[in-house]
């Protein structure tokens, strides 16, 4: 049984014509926003001025944007979301109307989706699975995605929740990532790049959790939110929790992410926007054990 949801999750199958529809949409979408981007890009002058410059400078797309469209159209494997879930996140991202830092858990079917939207920003991939890094980027080269050890495993959710509380490395006025071996919700080793960057957007579909020795989505969802909470810009963070109609996907949301920060959501995917604690009025002090 869990062989099988594995493969389901890797090598989804194109299960009913709904899904070329999908495909469709998502080829139009990446061709959209490549034209979009083309002309945020150009000059204010004459619309005759903007469309030659245009032509001339900024007619080609990028080449993760020319690999996904390849891929899109060629494969016969498609997305995990479905054109809802997908369609939350890219109202976000047209919304930002620049260039942008993303942070997807999860390498898969739906990663040049992701690089394609996000062509002139940063998008970084953390995945669990180091057989499975090396196979994704040898397709798709222009990826970047780095390998994540979790100390985490689905079966122990219950006693971490009901725990972590006890444990002042985790508690919300003082719970940090970087070197946290105390607290075992926080992934304390990830790449520096993942700790000093400031993500605007953060996608949380991985790591499996579908099992009960696989690492779960626990030590991600405490980890981006308390990361959502330091970030230095005045923005807030924008997370994407996918596979909510899972017990521990939700109760983790809950405790974490807060239902007061959730914006959206459609089918098996949440939407949340998480204020810096600095920009935050209702910043709790150290003796406060609740995130929210």
């Not at 989804?12 to 083309?38: D, H, M, N, Q, Y």
């Not at 001339?56 to 690999?67: C, E, F, G, Y």
């Not at 985490?152 to 959710?157: G, H, I, W």
Request: with cysteine; hydrophobic share 40%; net charge positive.
């Amino acid at each position: 049984m869990q062989v099988n949801e594995k493969m389901r999750n890797r090598y989804p199958l194109i299960g009913e014509k709904r899904w070329s529809v999908v495909l469709l949409v998502i080829l139009g979408i990446i061709g959209a926003l490549v034209f979009a981007t083309t002309l945020l890009q150009t000059s204010n002058n004459t619309l005759l001025c903007s469309l030659t410059r245009t032509t001339t400078q900024q007619s080609n797309p990028t080449p993760i944007q020319l690999r996904a469209i390849l891929h899109y159209a060629t494969s016969h494997v498609v997305p995990q979301q479905s054109l809802a879930e997908i369609s939350i996140t890219l109202n976000v991202i047209k919304s930002l109307n620049r260039p942008f830092n993303f942070l997807v858990f999860g390498l898969g079917h739906d990663s040049l989706m992701w690089a394609g939207f996000n062509p002139k920003g940063t998008t970084l991939f953390l995945e669990e699975d180091p057989k499975w890094v090396q196979t994704v980027l040898k397709d798709a080269p222009e990826l970047r995605a780095v390998t994540v050890p979790y100390r985490t495993q689905l079966q122990e959710a219950d006693e971490l929740l009901k725990s972590y509380r006890s444990e002042p490395a985790c508690s919300p006025a003082k719970a940090t990532l970087k070197g946290n071996e105390k607290c075992k919700l926080a992934l304390h080793n990830l790449p520096n790049e993942v700790y000093d960057t400031d993500w605007d957007l953060i996608m949380i579909d991985a790591p499996r959790g579908y099992f009960a020795e696989a690492p779960g989505r626990m030590a991600a969802i405490f980890s981006m939110n308390v990361m959502a909470r330091n970030r230095k810009g005045s923005d807030g963070t924008h997370v994407f929790l996918h596979d909510v109609d899972r017990k521990v996907e939700k109760e983790y949301a809950e405790e974490f992410l807060c239902k007061k920060n959730k914006v959206d959501g459609v089918g098996r995917l949440w939407h949340f926007k998480i204020p810096a604690s600095g920009n935050n009025d209702t910043r709790r002090d150290s003796t406060d054990s609740s995130f929210c």
